[in-house]
Every structure is written in C-alpha cells, then in structure tokens.
C-alpha cells in the first residue's frame, strides 16, 4: 500500500470547495479532499451522492462553478480534456466506450492518436502484454470481445498514455469475478509504480481490499476520508455507499 503522504508532500489531486452540476441543480456542494500520490483512493456513497461528478468534473468534461482543482499543485480548473490528457490524465469511464466495428489493434491507435502513430505502435505491445486474451484477438473487431475483453482493452487504451493519475468508474459492470480480481490485480500493480488512481466502484468490499483511502460522499459533500483497511472493518460500513453516512461518522 502505498505510504503515508507527508505534511510537505503535494497531493496528485486536490478538490477545494468544489461546486459542480447540471444546469441549476448542484451535484457536488464545497467538496474538497486531497489524494496522495501513488495511491488508490475509492469514491463511495449512495447513488447521487456525486462520485461519477467528481471524475467528470475531474477530466474536464464537466466545468465547476466554484472552487479550485489541482494536479500535483498546479491548477487545472478551467482545463479541457484535451488540455488534461497531456498533463497526465486518463479516463475509464462507466459503460462500453470502444469502436465496435475496429479491431483491438485499431482501437488502441486512435486511443494513442495524441502520441503520434510511430510513438503509439511502440507502446502496444507493452499494453496488450498486460492482457493475454486481449493479445490473443488484437485482429478481431472490439464488438466481437466478451465483456471483460472490451474493459481490459479500455483499461488498455487509456494505459498507453503512461498516464500520472488514472480515473475509472464502475470497472466491475458485467464482468466475471475472476476478470474483476484480475484487473484490481493490475490497478494494484500500477498504483505500485506510481500511477495515482480515483475509483468509483459498486462492488464496495472487493474494492476495499485493493485501495488505499477511501472518501465518502453523501449529497455531494465529504463525510468521511480514512485508510481503507480502517473502514473495510467498519461494522456499520453499508451505511456509508447505502446512505446515512453522516450519521455513522458522528457515532
């Protein structure tokens, strides 16, 4: 697990008195917290507690009305994704996001198109070392693969920019459990060598196991932040992603 974040480190991701939502309705309400780096931190709550904001908003795809976001200190508030792809930001969002009609192999280049082909055709074969069954079927259309096979090769495509932080949401979906012990296996192995990785996860418990911290939300605001050892033996823990979290942190 990753260590300890000194007073004098700088956190990979700061949110501070973050508002963010749709329209007039306020997802997220002065949300801050702080994310060390190299670590694994999980987002929970109940459903609209705001953990999926939190990434978008993250990611760029979603602009805040207020408050300050930082990436290893410097401010990226107002950035883009495109911006933010370049600074070392890569994101897994929820669902299948993959060009059906391609194959494996021409999925991975359009997702290392910002790198330049020569540069991305380089950094393939380490991806898909990473993801045997993926290898094995880098000629068959993204449509064709099982479920698991689509996530690992997501996971993939978004490895190949040898990204700083990595965002994902929801990775278990549809998958078996040994697909999702293997790609926590591969979020634990990348956490190990540096990668900083927020998590939104369903299958809270198994999540646990593998992360370092863990942030509560509840209505869009922080209701507890600790190791998450601490809270996997936590008694009361459903109350905390079912709702009522407030409460059990007052207890």
């Given amino acids: 697990m990753a260590a300890n974040m000194n007073p004098q480190d700088t956190p990979a991701i700061e949110f501070e008195d973050v508002v963010a939502g ?3 309705f306020m997802i997220l309400n002065n949300l ?34 207020g408050g300050r976001i930082t990436l290893g200190g410097v401010d990226i508030t107002a950035a883009d994704p495109k911006t933010l792809l370049a600074r070392g930001i890569a994101f897994v969002p929820q669902g299948r996001n993959l060009f059906g009609q391609l194959t494996v192999m021409q999925n991975l280049e359009l997702g290392g198109i910002t790198l330049g082909m020569k540069t991305a055709r380089e950094r393939i074969p380490e991806v898909l070392d990473l993801f045997p069954r993926v290898r094995e079927r880098s000629n068959s259309q993204a449509s064709a693969l099982s479920g698991g096979e689509q996530k690992q090769l997501e996971i993939g495509r978004a490895l190949l920019l040898r990204p700083k932080v990595l965002l994902i949401d929801e990775p278990s979906i549809g998958l078996s459990p040994l697909v999702v012990q293997d790609v926590f296996k591969l979020l634990r192995k990348l956490a ?9 996860e369903q299958n809270v418990k198994s999540a646990l196991k593998i992360s370092d911290d863990a942030i509560a939300l509840e209505s869009g605001r922080l209701v507890l932040h600790k190791p998450a050892s601490e ?8 109350r905390l992603f079912l709702g009522g979290a407030i409460e059990t942190r007052a207890a």
């Fill in 32 to 65: 801050s917290f702080k994310v060390r780096p190299g670590s694994i931190t999980l987002l929970i709550g109940p459903n609209g507690a705001g953990k999926s904001t939190v990434l978008k908003t993250l990611f760029g795809l979603l602009k805040p009305r």
């Fill in 231 to 238: 809270l996997l033996a936590d008694p009361h823990i459903e």
């Fill in 192 to 200: 190990a060598g540096g990668t900083t990785i927020l998590m939104v």
């Fill in 22 to 24: 749709y329209k007039d």
